[in-house]
């Protein structure tokens, strides 16, 4: 029994998510599981329903999403993944190579952060530069896939396994040429390890599903 888990509702059967009816910071959570063959059970929060009702004092941080399994029940995705991650072998079994994973999650988390604030910020002002940045800001993740191994045989971020930062980073990725669909254009590894990683069967099935395709990226309509 977690410590928190006297705040809230019995244990559930399996994996629910509970989030708003966007992709947001669940869409990684949610490839992860898809591509790892997992099911799990979406608890949606309208947002009139989320501002109206108690459920925002039941969060430990006041925020979603939150994920329950059985009895252990989680907040703050990048908490989240990393668990998923664990649970799903989509993490090291050495402390190191788990402590560079973190590193790298943390890099995606960082320019997340910097996505979302022009989304749900400044959006009309900021977009051009903020465009403009990305080669910079890219640039990065293009180097770490440079070090492993040159980019050629490596299919992932670290190393030649899959790990829950992969998926923070092409949904992140995802969402960055949905702003601008040619960011990729002078990153010929980044580009190749996105068709790469979103080429594998049961995410890519996953990316095509109306459980993925019919969710806004964002909660106020910009992307
Ligand atoms: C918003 O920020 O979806 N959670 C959000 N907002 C509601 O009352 N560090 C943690 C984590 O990684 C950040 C959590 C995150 O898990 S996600 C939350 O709980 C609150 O604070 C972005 C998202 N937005 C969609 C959305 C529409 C209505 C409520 C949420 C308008 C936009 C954000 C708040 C109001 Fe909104």
Request: proline residues 4%.
């Amino acid at each position: 029994m977690s410590p928190c888990s006297s705040l809230f509702t019995g244990a559930v059967p399996g994996l629910k998510i509970t989030y708003f009816p966007v992709r947001g910071r669940c869409s990684a959570m949610r490839m992860l599981l898809a591509d790892q063959g997992q099911t799990w059970e979406e608890e949606v929060v309208a947002i009139d329903q989320w501002f109206s009702g108690d459920m925002k004092k039941s969060c430990v941080f006041g925020q979603l999403p939150k994920v329950q399994d059985g009895d252990l029940v989680l907040f703050q995705s990048n908490a989240i993944l990393r668990y998923l991650g664990s649970k799903f072998g989509c993490h090291g079994t050495d402390i190191k190579v788990n402590a560079e994973i973190d590193m790298i999650n943390d890099g995606v988390e960082d320019l997340r952060i910097k996505y979302l604030t022009l989304i749900y910020k400044n959006y009309e002002t900021g977009k051009a530069d903020f465009i403009k940045s990305l080669p910079d800001e890219l640039k990065w993740f293009e180097g770490l896939l440079k070090n492993n191994n040159k980019g050629e045989s490596a299919g992932f971020i670290h190393g030649e396994k899959i790990c829950y930062a992969d998926y923070n980073l092409v949904d992140l990725l995802l969402n960055l040429q949905t702003l601008e669909p040619t960011c990729l254009k002078e990153l010929p590894l980044l580009q190749a390890y996105y068709q790469r990683v979103t080429s594998r069967p049961a995410l890519s099935k996953y990316l095509k599903s109306d459980a993925h395709t019919k969710l806004p990226i964002n909660g106020n309509g910009k992307q």
